[in-house]
């Protein structure tokens, strides 16, 4: 019984510590926060440069997770008190936290199905309170960071594989354009009154039973060598469902496409070398920045643009167009020179 109790406890530790954090980014972070400064890019813009240098800063310090993390969550405990009315130093600083812990929780998952069930909790969680107005998420950053800050001191941080996998450049490519279409399409949603979906209570358990079909969905075919495509296909449905004003269908597909994305791209980092998986996180960044700009400029035209760019790269996966063959090809020498390197 004790074996048992000491298998568990480390990973349902590290099931909370990830389905807190990963809210605490989308209800303060990418959202209470773009939401209490007006989406105004002039005050909000040193969350994201926190978070890339973050990223950049993990590379040489993600050998002593085992106590940063717990030190950057309790950092992040004590910041957002001040949430609110955070000037921007904090601002950097909350980015900065994210930056630096994100790709080491990612670095540490070792099961799936766990993270599937924290995304589970967190999804939930997050559609549940997502009406709250951002000027009152106080308590739930603060509830979501001791969270955080208690199981991370049990969830064995310095207990990780070595990850000697690589990614395709096409792969790459998928990732970065679907946080992109997610991105552009979420703060598009957001802003719209006639089709925005979360808080109101005749979508809100749509959004969460759909968010744990796709989960579900995702995970059992975690493997499928179709997913892309599949992606392709749901983010143009979800997009055409938009542009027609259909609610109640877009509450729907749109947590399925969520959910699934999300499933299949922590599949593929996961198993990444540590500064592949960093160099993937900056990408990340960049395209729900960019996601956040493309909405502000009020064209959805743009985003149709990108769905067409996403297509455009399964499509020539398909044909192997020389060209993007010699970028696959160049890509994955980067990488077996990484992998040497471990």
Do not use: C
Request: proline share 3%.
């Amino acid at each position: 019984m004790k074996a048992i109790m000491k298998i568990q406890i480390p990973n349902i530790a590290f099931l909370l510590l990830f389905a807190s954090e990963f809210t605490f980014y989308l209800l303060i972070l990418q959202t209470g926060v773009v939401e209490y400064h007006h989406s105004i890019m002039a005050e909000i813009w040193m969350v994201p440069v926190g978070g890339v240098l973050g990223i950049v800063i993990s590379v040489f310090l993600h050998e002593e997770r085992h106590w940063l993390i717990p030190f950057l969550l309790f950092s992040q405990l004590l910041l957002v008190l001040d949430y609110a009315s955070a000037n921007g130093i904090e601002l950097f600083l909350l980015g900065l936290i994210s930056g630096l812990t994100a790709p080491m929780l990612i670095a540490r998952i070792d099961r799936l199905w766990l993270v599937v069930l924290a995304l589970g909790l967190s999804y939930a969680y997050g559609t549940y309170y997502f009406d709250v107005p951002a000027s009152q998420r106080t308590n739930i950053a603060l509830f979501l960071s001791a969270v955080a800050l208690i199981t991370s001191l049990f969830s064995q941080m310095k207990k990780l594989s070595k990850h000697t996998d690589y990614i395709t450049f096409y792969g790459a490519g998928n990732i970065f354009f679907w946080l992109l279409l997610d991105a552009v399409l979420f703060e598009t949603l957001s802003r719209n009154n006639m089709m925005h979906i979360w808080g109101q209570e005749n979508f809100t358990w749509n959004i969460i039973l759909f968010h744990m079909v796709g989960l579900i969905t995702a995970y059992i075919a975690r493997d499928w060598k179709h997913n892309s495509s599949f992606l392709v296909i749901l983010f143009t449905l979800t997009f055409t469902l938009y542009s027609l004003g259909w609610q109640s269908p877009l509450s729907i597909v749109y947590p399925f496409v969520i959910s699934y994305y999300n499933v299949i791209i922590l599949r593929s980092l996961m198993r990444l070398p540590y500064v592949l998986l960093a160099v993937m996180a900056l990408s990340l960044w960049a395209a729900s920045g960019l996601g956040l700009l493309v909405a502000l400029s009020g064209s959805f035209i743009a985003a149709w643009v990108i769905l067409i760019a996403l297509g455009a790269i399964n499509v020539s996966e398909k044909l192997q167009i020389p060209f993007i063959q010699t970028l696959e090809n160049l890509f994955s020498q980067i990488q077996d020179s990484q992998l040497k390197n471990l």
